[in-house]
């Protein structure tokens, strides 16, 4: 029933023009999950129902899929335009809001925790000043991916503090 979109929605995630928020990321942190699973996920996965955003009522989709270690992950995924296009006038719209100004940041992220605790500074996020969302794009995540894999080689030690609150 959804082949064509699910088909599109493929053709991005090959192409590596997709972004993801920053909030999606730490709920796929939270579940041991890579940004290869999402891929894989949508790559062999159903699109399940169509819902409809909040916020601007564009069409989204629940697909279900394999990960890569054959276990089972849901994502939700929609298209939208990155661009709008105005005479002499090309600006990156917020993927949320629609709205135009978003603004390209550079912010420090925290993977894992205690021993196996990693810092990655200066990673760059899309970011809209109107609705506060906050994007990585597919070269970002696979690029985050590529420095957790290798860290022991691209990592430097260096003596931080860390507060914990109490259990
Ligand atoms: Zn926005």
Redesign the pocket.
């Known amino acids: 029933m959804f082949d064509k979109i699910l088909q599109r929605i493929r053709q991005k995630i090959g192409a590596q023009q997709y972004v993801r928020t920053l909030h999606a990321k730490e709920e796929m942190e939270d579940d041991g999950l890579t940004i290869y699973d999402i891929e894989q996920g949508i790559m062999t996965g159903e699109v399940l129902e169509r819902q409809k955003d909040r916020a601007t009522s564009e069409p989204k989709y629940r697909i279900r899929g394999e990960t890569v270690g054959g276990g089972e992950v849901e994502i939700i995924a929609k298209l939208s335009l990155t661009y709008t296009l105005k005479p002499r006038k090309c600006q990156m ?7 135009e100004g ?1 603004q390209n940041r550079r912010i420090t992220r925290t993977y894992g925790k205690g021993e196996d605790l990693l810092v990655i500074e200066n990673i760059p996020v899309v970011s ?6 906050r994007y990585l794009t597919a070269a970002t995540l696979h690029e985050i991916e590529r420095i957790k894999l290798q860290r022991k080689t691209l990592a430097v030690e260096r003596l931080v503090e860390v507060a914990s609150f109490p259990l």
Do not use: A, L, Q
């Open positions: 719209v917020c993927h949320y809001c629609r709205k978003v809209c000043p109107n609705c506060g969302e």
